[in-house]
């Protein structure tokens, strides 16, 4: 069993950055690959970013590339996304997630353990 608790969101201008975190508890969090999902209201659960167990490799969706960075620190059991040049269209709830160990997916289906996730919002 792994638990996953989010935190960082807040509200921020267009233009603005926030750092999420995901704090890990029990669990093989070492051997999992983390992924960050966001929803906006009326909208589905969408794939943003994620990052392998070993931290060599990370995959964006094409709304993140270029303006979010993933990264992760075992040692802490900690998973960031570093989200810049934020837009209204960003506003959303995000949530951190993992799939089963040594799993690497982008489909929210896939994902076994969830946060209760952090509401990120951007004004115009």
């Known amino acids: 069993q792994v638990q996953l608790v989010e935190s960082g969101g807040g509200s921020v201008q267009a233009g603005g950055s926030l750092r999420l975190s995901c704090a890990a508890s029990?669990?093989?969090?070492?051997?999992?690959?983390v992924g960050w999902f966001r929803q906006a209201p009326g909208k589905e659960r969408e794939f943003v970013a994620l990052i392998t167990w070993t931290g060599g490799s990370s995959y964006y969706a094409d709304s993140a590339k270029g303006r979010f960075t993933i990264t992760r620190d075992n040692a802490k059991n900690m998973v960031y996304l570093q989200m810049n040049s934020l837009q209204p269209e960003d506003t959303a709830v995000y949530y951190c997630?993992?799939?089963?160990?040594?799993?690497?997916?982008?489909?929210?289906?896939?994902?076994?353990?969830w946060g209760q996730g952090t509401q990120v919002t951007v004004s115009s």
């Open positions: 997630a993992t799939p089963p160990v040594e799993t690497v997916a982008t489909g929210p289906g896939s994902y076994e353990y």
């Open positions: 029990g669990g093989t969090f070492s051997r999992r690959t």
